[in-house]
């Protein structure tokens, strides 16, 4: 492995300060959704990373963030990975801050928002824009493996949780949710 392949994020960060700035919008009037290109692995792992470390920290301890994150991003992965997923970005004044991936059957395989942006309708500008891809080519329901934070999330989105369970990721149980969508009717 290179060196430069790897890169380590220090994950006890302080939070961005976001003021207020008169006759400038905030939350979601702010954001744009445009197409998830190859070229942003950087941004879609180092978002991955802290939304996993920061942003799940009151529903998984510490072993299961690491055995879900890692701990580096491996940004040859990302790379490799990127290059085949289709999906969009939220930007914020030319900054992602987060992104949606999923597959032409209507799987979600990620969904990640960094936690400075979460509960700011990031999530679900992203979730609207996949249901609109799906529903314009002909699918008719949207899959997701939601965790303990995100399910929540989806059930506001009018989805249901079809069951609950654990997943292994290096020795490590992992609670998730199966879940999913009907955009039939």
């Not at 491996?74 to 801050?97: I, N, S, T, Y």
């Amino acid at each position: 492995m290179r060196s430069h392949d790897k890169c380590r994020i220090d994950i006890n960060f302080a939070p961005q300060k976001r003021s207020f700035q008169p006759g400038k919008s905030r939350g979601i009037m702010d954001i744009s959704i445009r197409t998830l290109s190859a070229t942003d692995y950087p941004h879609l792992a180092r978002i991955y990373f802290i939304a996993v470390y920061e942003g799940t920290r009151e529903l998984y301890s510490f072993q299961q963030r690491f055995a879900w994150a890692g701990e580096t991003i491996d940004l040859a992965a990302w790379q490799q990975r990127c290059e085949m997923l289709q999906g969009f970005v939220a930007v914020k004044e030319d900054e992602p801050v987060g992104f949606l991936a999923m597959d032409e059957k209507g799987y979600i395989d990620l969904l990640f928002v960094l936690p400075s942006f979460a509960r700011q309708g990031v999530g679900a500008q992203l979730l609207d824009r996949a249901q609109q891809l799906a529903q314009q080519t002909g699918v008719e329901k949207l899959t997701a493996f939601a965790s303990l934070v995100s399910q929540p999330f989806f059930s506001r989105q009018g989805w249901e949780i079809l069951s609950k369970e654990v997943v292994v990721r290096k020795g490590v149980s992992l609670d998730r949710y199966a879940m999913q969508k009907d955009l039939s009717h």
